[in-house]
């Protein structure tokens, strides 16, 4: 590998000399120009790995010229410097994509800094793209990617479903793409040219939620001054989706499980039997046959709709689709950006493919989505990435070997986390054995998830630490009352508590 090269432009002849007494050496040649204009006639022939120029000069400005050159590389990093800097010129020169912008007179070891991480990220751009998004898929048109094994028996069973009207039940973690699987059956099925509607119950207040449903008659309630028609109405002949039906109350699920069999409802403060033909899709992220053996959710609902299930893997299970996601993404990005689409080096991949993704591929496209913004060049650099997906940040990650799987269950998580009491060793070593233990306990019990376990198992503790004192337990947990009674309503936990 020969020298880097670095090209300086600035029309002051003492800052070109400093500049190469600073840093010309075996490893990186150092070229001048005193124009915007001669930087645009050397770059075509030196080809400089970086380029750091001036603001203000005679002829083109250092603004004009960044344009020009990312006109025509646009791979070249630009770093910009300025003795007159101005929020509006920093704001600008970051808007034009440079990857930096420094104030004069300069911190040496700061300029240093700067150029070295400007060399590297040149480097890393220009020999270790790993992905360049071109063209487009019909996977862009349904959002849906991927092809490892738990994709591709999705894709199947929509598939199968194409000719049906059976129901649907659509389960996994948030963030896995429940919506766009009802969507593609609902693209699929004989019912695509009528209307697919969406509602999220647990966006809804239980008092709204019915009204929405089912629509009501003027002066039902206060505030109901005129007749509303319900999405069970407008969806007639179509597909209706019902996203997070865990989160339904007991007496609104009554009246759908009344609809799925008959066909019929009524609006709310109406006295009409109406009739519809609506095909039902239904998604949640909670566990299901948890809350029916919990009598929080109709035993006979829970059969009407689980008729056909389609189960989504977490992110973490497929890490083989990460690199055909970013692709997806990076494509969709930049079309709504109005962009080339961005590409990616290798170490960012990688470091990607490490991730755990408790968020799922939602999570993924919002740090897509925030590198494409963050990178000062045409390809996002492992920089260009939060902390916390990189490493970088402190987070904790799961150990080698460790899947990180939500199981559940309160007893089990319990015992694996009072098995590790008394072992010793520093805070974080502690925490660390405490985690791997819960994940061997996940594994021997695949169909339970760790998080909500022990999230409800902490809660049961606390209250009986405090004698049932729900302000010393908030204090406890490091949350808030007003947390702490979502959490014991979420969880049953009033029923069950017996604080000896």
């Known amino acids: 590998m020969g020298a880097r090269k670095l090209l300086l432009v600035d029309d002051e002849a003492d800052v ?24 645009l006639r050397l770059i ?180 109901a001054t005129q007749q509303r028609i319900g999405k069970f109405e407008q969806c007639h ?37 109406l009739q519809v033909d609506v095909r039902i899709l239904a998604a949640t992220n909670r566990p299901l046959e948890e809350m029916v053996a919990a009598r929080q959710f109709r035993e006979d609902l829970f059969y009407r709709l689980n008729v056909v299930r389609i189960h989504l893997p977490p992110l973490r299970e497929r890490k083989e689709d990460i690199p055909l996601l970013v692709e997806y993404f990076l494509r969709r990005i930049a079309r709504e950006q109005n962009q080339a689409p961005k590409s990616m080096t290798a170490a960012a991949l990688e470091a990607l493919q490490g991730y755990h993704w408790p968020g799922n591929v939602r999570e993924l496209e919002n740090v897509l989505r925030r590198a494409s913004v963050m990178a000062k060049g045409e390809a996002i650099l492992p920089g260009d990435l939060p902390p916390e997906v990189t490493g970088s940040g402190g987070a904790v990650r799961p150990a080698a070997g460790a899947e990180a799987r939500p199981a559940g269950g309160s007893t089990g998580a319990a015992a694996a986390v009072g098995a590790e009491q008394g072992t010793g060793g520093s805070e974080e070593e502690e925490v660390v054995r405490l985690a791997q233990r819960l ?5 021997r019990h695949p169909d339970r998830k760790v998080l909500p376990a022990v999230e409800r198992e902490l809660v049961v503790q606390a209250l009986k630490e405090t004698r049932d004192n729900q302000m010393r337990a908030a204090r406890l947990l490091g949350i808030t009352r007003a947390t702490l009674r979502k959490r014991i309503e979420k969880f049953g936990i009033r029923r069950e508590l017996r604080v000896e």
């Open 16 to 39: 070109r000399y400093s500049f190469r007494r600073l840093f010309e050496g075996p490893d990186l040649e150092v070229w001048e120009a005193a124009s915007g204009e001669e930087a």
């Open 237 to 273: 002949r179509g597909t209706l989706f019902l996203d997070e039906i865990g989160d339904m109350s007991l007496a609104t699920q009554a009246k759908i499980l009344r609809v799925l069999q008959t066909g019929r409802f009524e609006r709310v403060g109406g006295n009409q039997t």
């Open 439 to 443: 994940f061997q306990w996940a594994r």
């Open 44 to 223: 075509p022939k030196v080809q400089p790995d970086l380029v750091v120029m001036d603001i203000r000069m005679a002829g083109l400005s250092g603004l004009e010229t960044l344009r020009r050159i990312r006109q025509t590389d646009p791979r070249l990093l630009v770093i910009l410097m300025t003795a007159y800097g101005t929020t509006q010129t920093a704001i600008e020169a970051m808007k034009l994509g440079a990857y930096d912008y420094l104030l004069k007179p300069f911190d040496v070891a700061k300029l240093r800094a700067a150029i070295e991480q400007g060399l590297k990220a040149a480097r890393d751009m220009r020999q270790t793209v790993a992905i360049r998004p071109e063209g487009s898929t019909d996977e862009d048109t349904l959002g849906l990617v991927g092809r490892s094994e738990p994709m591709q028996q999705v894709f199947k069973l929509i598939g199968q479903l194409a000719g049906s009207d059976a129901t649907v039940l659509i389960t996994g973690e948030s963030g896995t793409g429940k919506e766009l699987v009802a969507r593609a059956i609902y693209q699929h099925s004989r019912r695509a040219d009528q209307p697919f509607l969406a509602v999220n119950c647990a966006a809804i207040p239980e008092g709204l939620l019915e009204s929405e449903l089912f629509g009501h008659e003027r002066g039902a309630f206060t505030g």
